[in-house]
Structure formats: C-alpha cells, structure tokens
C-alpha cells in the first residue's frame, strides 16, 4: 500500500497550520484539560501519559491516511493553540468530516473560522473532495456558528448517534459542497 503524501504547511492571514507531532504534547494536553473547549467531547485525560498515548493514536492514523490534523499555532514554531482535521475521510465517495478544537482563551478571535475555511479550501481544491460534513451536538453554538460562516448549511440531526461517558447523544449534521467550478 502506498504511503500517504505529508500532510502541508497552510498559512492563512494570522495562522500556519501545520502537521500535528509528538512536539505538540503538552499543548495538546492543555488543550484537552481546558474544560470549556472540551465541553462537548470526551472526558479530559487522567495523566499526561494519557494524553501521550491519544496523540500517539491520533499520529498512527494520521501517518496510514485516515486522518488529517494541523496544529493550529500563530506562527510556524509557536505554541498549538487547537487543532483543525479531516477525519472519517472516505476517498471512495470524495467526501470527509471536519473537526476542530480551539483553547478557550483563544476564543472571539475568528481563529477557528480562519482554520477551518483554509482546511475546507484545501480539501476542495487540493484533496478534490465533493463534499465535506460537521457534525455537532446541537447545543455547541460556536461550533455552529464556525460551521455557518465557513459555509456549511445545516442537515439535520441524528438521533442518538454516539456514546460518550454512557450517555447517547444527538449530533447536528452541517454540510458543504464543493463549489461548482471545482466540479
């Protein structure tokens, strides 16, 4: 099997995306312990080792291709201030799912809007996807928004969809086509 090409740099006007690394730990463990920005997801780590071995799962499969993720930093060798990823990505049918985080004492300043609008652009004009998806719980109003402003419309929602901490949740199913030139 092939190996997947690196994954690019992406600078935006504020930001440079860059490929996530093992370098990228202890801000990846403060961002998962900061409890705002991690509200909706999976329960906070136990240890640093904990963190050490979710980024190590996460690199595996960034490194086989199923996964996407740039460390969001404000310049090339700065602290991660959140992550933006296509994950999920089916090649078959040219479509992936967005996701992101961001610490929140980084929120308010359009950092994520501005992450997640260069990953889109480059999963439609580089990657060649047709269609990109967000899935939320609907009660994440800023994830909403974020999704909203980078042009994604609101699907639907499934019912009861995954499991976390023993509790099934609903998710809110955005979506985005690729725009009709890039078709």
């Known amino acids: 099997m092939p190996h ?3 994954i690019p740099t992406l600078p935006t006007a504020r930001l440079v995306l860059r490929p996530s690394s093992t370098s990228d730990l202890n ?3 403060l961002l998962l312990l900061d ?21 190590a799962r996460s690199l595996a499969r960034q490194a086989a291709g199923d996964l996407l993720n740039w460390a969001i930093a404000e310049a090339a060798e700065a602290p991660m201030l959140g992550y933006v990823c296509l994950v999920r990505i089916d090649r078959a ?5 967005v996701g992101y985080a961001l610490r929140s004492d980084h929120w308010g300043n359009g950092f994520m809007t501005e992450a997640l609008g260069a990953v889109v652009d ?6 060649g996807f047709h269609r990109l998806e ?8 800023p994830s909403i928004r974020v999704l909203e402003r980078c ?8 019912r009861e969809n995954y499991l976390q901490d023993g509790v099934f949740h609903d ?3 955005y979506g985005r086509l690729a725009p009709a030139t890039l078709r």
């Open 4 to 6: 997947p090409p690196p």
């Open 27 to 29: 801000d990846y463990h």
């Open 35 to 55: 409890l705002a920005a991690s509200r909706f997801g999976p329960k906070p780590p136990s240890s640093l080792q904990d963190t050490q071995q979710r980024l």
């Open 93 to 97: 049918h040219q479509r992936s799912e």
């Open 122 to 127: 480059h999963g439609f004009a580089t990657l």
């Open 134 to 141: 967000g899935h939320t719980h609907p009660e994440n109003r």
């Open 151 to 158: 042009g994604f419309a609101f699907e639907g929602i499934l």
């Open 171 to 173: 998710s809110a199913v």
